[in-house]
């Protein structure tokens, strides 16, 4: 900006170029207002602004909760610069994204008039308005409409979709819609598998989760630590231990260790069983593997050795997570499941 002041001090007239240039540098250190100051002196000395430049600029200022100076964007580059499909897709992109679904189905309707055809990443941006609403109807009608309109859906139209079924506790939608994916020629990704096998645990339907997990390996898909780790979690929580693992050992014939997530997931499965002791060697084996505890495994352990009424092997094993070095904050965390735990056992007497 100081260069910007001394070329107009010293009488350099800034043209179009360096107008532009300032301003998409604005942007990008999401100096938003700076920006749209300098777009305004740029139009006042007459200059037309480039539409790639207002499109970016309108699109940080939806970012950055500025919706309001992004409308009055888009409002004068129709007025008086002319738009493209990209600046309605921005709009509509931002207006979803702050739940103002209305107002962007209005800019679909705006769009068809002025002759832009919507793209499959309005349609998939719509959905996910719609979905992020509460209308799920809605959601569903639209990518119907999408598909009259010879639209077809991306990767990541299906993961969208596929996620919000998830989200919504319509696990059995979102297998058919991964059926219907694959049928039509598309390759499901990680994380719409992750999403699914976790969503089909969540609802207590393991043998559907376990054969999505099989099916995407005989794809010859190969899962990720996200993947293994959910399969473990959702196998654990449903008291099969011995076949979470059988995919541990699949992940290390595969070249992938388990990392502290498996490792905590593992701990807090065998306390759950019961099985105190391999709980506490599962500490042991993830510290010769060189992984550090989170919080989530100290209070895992400290956790489940409570619920047994361990509680003296919980204090111990407090004074050796200390002596190891701990955060105070953990500690507090730590000391008051102990004390809630005592407190219990006291109360039960």
Not at 16 to 25: E, K, P, V, W
Not at 45 to 50: A, D, Q, R
Not at 151 to 163: A, D, E, K, L, W
Not at 257 to 282: C, K, N, Q, W
Request: overall charge positive.
């Amino acid at each position: 900006m100081s260069i910007f002041s001394k070329m107009k001090e010293q009488g350099c007239n800034p043209d179009d170029i360096t107008y532009s240039t300032l301003i998409n540098g604005l942007v990008k250190e999401g100096r938003v207002v700076n920006a749209m100051e300098i777009l305004d002196e740029m139009i006042g000395k007459g200059i037309n602004p480039h539409t790639t430049m207002q499109n970016k600029l309108m699109d940080s200022l939806f970012k950055m909760g500025r919706a309001e100076m992004g409308i009055q964007v888009f409002q004068r580059m129709k007025a008086k610069y002319g738009v493209n499909v990209v600046t309605y897709n921005t709009l509509f992109n931002g207006l979803c994204k702050i739940g103002h679904v209305n107002e962007a189905l209005s800019v679909l309707e705006e769009m068809n008039v002025d002759g832009y055809r919507p793209n499959t990443i309005t349609y998939t941006t719509l959905i996910d308005g719609l979905f992020k609403a509460g209308n799920v109807e809605g959601a569903l009608t639209t990518i119907k409409k999408m598909l009259e309109k010879g639209n077809n859906p991306s990767v990541i139209t299906y993961s969208t979709v596929i996620n919000w079924l998830c989200k919504k506790g319509m696990p059995e939608e979102a297998l058919d819609l991964l059926k219907e994916m694959v049928m039509k020629g598309y390759r499901p990704n990680n994380h719409i598998y992750n999403t699914l096998i976790d969503a089909l645990f969540s609802a207590g339907r393991k043998e559907e989760a376990i054969s999505t997990y099989q099916k995407m390996l005989k794809t010859g898909f190969i899962p990720n630590m996200i993947t293994y780790n959910t399969v473990v979690k959702g196998l654990c929580k449903c008291g099969h231990v011995e076949q979470a693992l059988e995919v541990i050992e699949h992940m290390k014939a595969h070249r992938q260790d388990p990392d502290v997530v498996t490792y905590t997931l593992l701990m807090d499965a065998y306390f759950d069983i019961g099985r105190i002791e391999l709980a506490v060697s599962t500490l042991s084996a993830m510290k010769e593997k060189g992984f550090k505890s989170t919080l989530a495994t100290y209070t895992t352990l400290i956790g489940g050795l409570c619920k047994h009424g361990k509680i003296d092997e919980a204090w111990k094993m407090l004074e050796d997570i200390i002596a190891r070095g701990c955060e105070m904050r953990v500690q507090k965390i730590l000391r008051r499941i102990i004390k809630e735990a005592l407190q219990e056992s006291v109360n039960s007497l």
